[in-house]
Each structure stands twice: as structure tokens, then as C-alpha cells.
């Protein structure tokens, strides 16, 4: 019986990030809104700092402009914006399974995860979400790479006609596929799962933007 104690989630800044750039991308948050820090960090109950270093992630991402009133101005995604993004991180985190693959990673991380989404509701799935891809990228004993995917998650790539439970069982099923490759120490093959997984998220995303 594998231990299920709490899983491994990004850091803070990382969070606050995800959060603020999956709102962006699934229109929560608009065009042209301002977010100011204090009412940011009020709203995903963090403190000041890790919310202005979100700010800053999200600016260099092209999703903010910083204003002198220490806010920032939300400029937005397009479709060509969207593609872009799930481009990249379908070419970084298929690497970092071929990284696993070839440094034959400690996999016990990844396995924990697995278990956790069999048995979680759909309910608590985008930390645990989160956590396996995670998991996976430190394992690929790259800390660079680490760092460039923990600035570009974006949290659950849920398209307009897909309902929680579909999404869950959806990716679960894909991320079993992965770790499956991944045990098998497959460089191509978990490779190419993992960049299929984040490329259907890709078109998931891009139902939001017909």
C-alpha cells in the first residue's frame, strides 16, 4: 500500500501565477482589467510578495503590463497566444520525460501522484494535477527546466463543452499512459505521450477561442 501523504504542489509565486493565468486564459479575468496586489492576494488569500513576483512572471509572459500604481493591466490571449504557449510546453515537458527516461529517475514521486488521482474526486484534481506533472519535471533533474515550467503552468485546460469528471478521467487516463512509458523507462514513447497529453490540452483551451 503506497503511503498517500500530501502531495508535492509548485511554489507560492508559482500558484499565484497559474491562477492568475488560467483566469486570463479562460476569460475570467478580461482584457484591459486592472489587478491591483492588494486586492490579488486578498483574493487568493497569499500575502503581497509572491503576488507581485506573479505579476512579474505573467509581464514577461506578455499576459501583463506592470503600472507605476503597483498594479498591472491585463492585456489579454489570442488563439495564435494559446498555441504558442501549449507548443512550448508540450516540446519542455516532453523533455523532461525524456530526461527521467534516460537518467532511469527514482520514480516514486510520480507513482504517489498516480495513486492520489485514482482515488481523489474530481473535485480536489487540479492540485493533484499539478502535482504529477511537477514531480515529473523534478525528476528530470534539470532545475532550469524546472524553473521554465513552473512560470508557464497554467492549471486545468478545461474546454467550454467538457464537464469536470470528463476532464479528470480524461487526463488521468493519459497521465496512467505516461507513467506507464515513464516505468518502462521508454524515452520515445513517454515523450511522445506526454506532448500528445499537452497538446489535447491545447485544443481543449482553443474551444474558448472559436
Not at 85 to 90: L, P
Not at 128 to 149: E, K
Request: charged share 25%; glycine share 4%.
Amino acid at each position: 500500500m503506497l503511503n498517500l501523504r500530501p502531495v508535492k504542489l509548485l511554489p507560492v509565486r508559482e500558484q499565484a501565477a497559474a491562477s492568475l493565468r488560467e483566469a486570463i486564459i479562460t476569460r475570467n479575468i478580461q482584457h484591459g482589467e486592472t489587478l491591483t496586489l492588494e486586492a490579488t492576494a486578498k483574493a487568493l488569500g497569499i500575502s503581497v510578495t509572491p503576488v507581485r513576483e506573479a505579476f512579474q512572471i505573467l509581464a514577461r509572459d506578455g499576459l501583463l503590463e506592470l503600472a507605476q500604481n503597483r498594479g498591472a493591466v491585463v492585456l489579454g490571449m489570442s488563439a495564435k497566444n494559446i498555441r504558442e504557449h501549449y507548443e512550448i510546453r508540450a516540446a519542455l515537458e516532453a523533455e523532461a520525460c525524456r530526461l527521467v527516461c534516460e537518467k532511469s529517475a527514482e520514480l516514486g514521486e510520480i507513482e504517489r501522484c498516480v495513486a492520489h488521482l485514482v482515488s481523489s474526486s474530481a473535485d480536489n484534481y487540479s492540485e493533484l494535477n499539478q502535482s504529477f506533472h511537477y514531480n515529473i519535471w523534478l525528476a528530470s533533474g534539470n532545475s532550469r527546466l524546472v524553473n521554465m515550467l513552473s512560470e508557464l503552468w497554467n492549471g486545468l485546460s478545461m474546454g467550454l463543452r467538457t464537464t469536470k469528471d470528463e476532464y479528470a478521467k480524461k487526463s488521468q487516463a493519459e497521465h496512467e499512459e505516461i507513467f506507464a512509458a515513464l516505468s518502462a523507462r521508454d524515452v520515445e514513447l513517454s515523450a511522445r505521450r506526454m506532448r500528445n497529453h499537452i497538446l489535447r490540452s491545447m485544443s481543449d483551451m482553443l474551444t474558448r477561442y472559436s
